[in-house]
C-alpha cells in the first residue's frame, strides 16, 4: 500500500522545506524535493493543501490511568486525545492501581493499546515494587518489556534504591525517569549519585530556573542526564491551580522557554493527568494536556521567536533518540507517524470538546496559536479533525492460533 502526501510545508528537527513524501506498508520510502517528478505508482493521495507536515510527536510523560483509575481516563479515551494531540507515541507512567511493577503488567497494558490501535504506548514499569521505599524491581525481566523506568507520581526518598536504579540503568541500559521533590535539591542529589555510580538519568517535569541550572553544570560534566518541560510550566506562570511540581514565579519560567531555545532542556513532556471534577475539586493535582499541547507550545515558542523546527526537536527527535526509537525525522526508512498541523491557526480551549474522559485545565477560554488537522500513524491516518467520525484505529491483526481459539 502506497500513500502520497502532496502540497505540505516539511518541518523536523533538520529544518523547513516544500516537498513530497511517499509512505509504503507504514513507512516513509522517499521524500521528494519541490518540483520532483513523481515516477511511482500509489494508492492513494493526501493533499496536504499548504499544511506543515510534522513526524509525529512522541510524549515522554503522561498518565493513562488504565489499569485501576479508569473513571479518569482509560487507554480509548486517552489514546483519542492523543493521536487528537499530534501524539503517534505515549510514555505512560507506572501510578496506576495496582501498581505497574512487572514484566507482565508491562506487557498486558500494551497489548490492550494496541487492540486500541490508534498510538503506541511506551509503558512505563516501576522501580520500586509497589512504589515502596527500597526493593527494586526484578531489572532483567522488566527490560525484556520496556526501557522506561519510574516512581513518578512520587518521589524515590531512598538514596540507596535511587543509586541501585542508577547502576542498575547503566547494566540494563534503561532510562531512569525521576519525579523529583522538593525538586532543585532532590535534583542536585540524583546529579551527585548519577556521577558517583553512573546510569542514564531524565529528569521529569522541572520547572524552576534553580534546576535547570544544575542540570545545564551536570552536562558541563558529561553526565548522561536529560530532562523535560511541560506544556503548562512554558504558557503560565504564578497560578494557584493545583499542579505538581506547581506553577512557579515569570523568572523560573522565562529561564524554562530560554532552556528550550538553547538545547539545554532536552524534550517536551505533557504529564498529561486527567482528573474527574470530584478528585479535581478535592485537591488532586494534575492538567489534561493532550488536546491542548501543540498549541501551547507553539504559542510560547513563537513569541520568543523559537523555530518550529526545534519544536520538532524537542517534541520528536529527541524523545526518540532517548528513548532508543528511530523515529523523529521525516526521513527515508522512517516510520511513517506523521501529523499534519496548520502553525497559524488561532483556535480556542474548550474543555468540554475534550475526547479524554476528564476537563481538568485553567486555560478554558484561552486563544492558542497552532492546531493539529490529521495525525498518521504507520501511514494510515487515525485522526481526521475534519471528518465525520475522527478517529480510524488500525485494528490489530490476529495470530492463526488466536483466530483458532475464536472459531472454537
Not at 48 to 60: E, H, K, N, R, V
Request: charged share 25%; hydrophobic share 35%.
Amino acid at each position: 500500500m502506497k500513500t502520497l502526501i502532496t502540497n505540505a510545508v516539511l518541518t523536523d528537527a533538520g529544518g523547513t522545506r516544500d516537498g513530497k513524501v511517499l509512505i509504503r506498508d507504514g513507512r516513509i520510502e522517499k521524500v521528494y524535493k519541490p518540483g520532483s517528478r513523481i515516477r511511482a505508482k500509489y494508492d492513494s493521495e493526501i493533499d496536504a493543501g499548504g499544511l506543515t507536515l510534522m513526524p509525529g510527536f512522541i510524549d515522554t510523560h503522561s498518565h493513562l490511568r488504565d489499569p485501576g483509575l479508569t473513571y479518569k481516563e482509560d487507554l480509548t479515551t486517552g489514546l483519542r486525545a492523543a493521536v487528537k494531540g499530534g501524539f503517534t507515541t505515549v510514555t505512560a507512567m507506572a501510578n496506576t492501581k495496582p501498581v505497574t511493577d512487572t514484566a507482565e503488567k508491562v506487557a498486558d497494558i500494551k497489548a490492550r493499546a494496541k487492540e486500541v490501535g490508534l498510538a503506541d504506548v511506551n509503558q512505563v514499569c516501576a522501580l520500586t515494587k509497589d512504589f515502596g521505599s527500597r526493593e527494586c524491581v526484578d531489572f532483567p525481566s522488566v527490560v525484556a518489556e520496556t526501557r522506561s523506568i519510574s516512581n513518578d507520581g512520587h518521589n524515590v526518598d531512598d538514596a540507596e534504591a535511587m543509586a541501585e536504579g542508577l547502576r542498575a540503568s547503566q547494566e540494563y541500559d534503561f532510562i531512569l525517569m525521576c519525579h523529583e521533590e522538593p525538586e532543585t535539591e532532590t535534583v542536585v542529589r540524583d546529579i551527585g549519585l548519577l556521577r558517583e555510580n553512573g546510569g542514564h538519568l531524565h529528569i521529569c517535569h522541572i520547572s524552576k530556573k534553580a534546576t535547570l541550572d544544575a542540570i545545564a553544570e551536570a552536562k558541563k560534566e558529561g553526565l548522561d542526564i536529560t530532562c523535560e518541560v511541560t506544556p503548562h510550566h512554558l504558557y503560565a506562570s504564578g497560578l494557584e491551580y493545583r499542579v505538581h511540581p506547581p506553577f512557579r514565579t515569570w523568572n523560573d519560567r522565562r529561564a524554562l522557554i530560554a532552556g528550550c531555545a538553547a538545547g539545554t532542556i532536552d524534550t517536551l513532556g505533557t504529564d498529561h493527568a486527567p482528573h474527574s471534577e470530584e478528585d479535581k475539586a478535592a485537591g488532586s493535582p494534575g492538567i489534561n494536556n493532550y488536546e491542548t499541547a501543540f498549541g501551547m507550545y507553539h504559542t510560547v515558542f513563537s513569541k520568543a521567536g523559537i523555530p518550529l523546527s526545534r519544536l520538532s526537536e524537542m517534541a520528536s527527535a529527541k524523545p526518540a533518540q532517548r528513548l532508543g526509537m528511530k523515529a523523529g525525522l521525516i526521513k527515508e526508512g522512517y516510520p511513517a507517524d506523521l501529523v499534519l498541523v496548520d502553525p497559524s491557526e488561532e483556535w480556542q480551549i474548550r474543555p468540554k470538546a475534550f475526547v479524554s474522559k476528564s476537563h481538568n485545565t485553567p486555560f478554558g477560554g484561552d486563544w492558542i496559536l497552532g492546531r493539529v488537522h490529521k495525525t498518521i500513524k504507520s501511514g494510515q491516518v487515525v485522526y481526521d479533525a475534519d471528518a465525520e467520525e475522527p478517529f480510524n484505529p488500525i485494528k490489530a491483526e490476529k495470530s492463526e492460533e488466536t483466530e483458532q481459539e475464536t472459531q472454537a
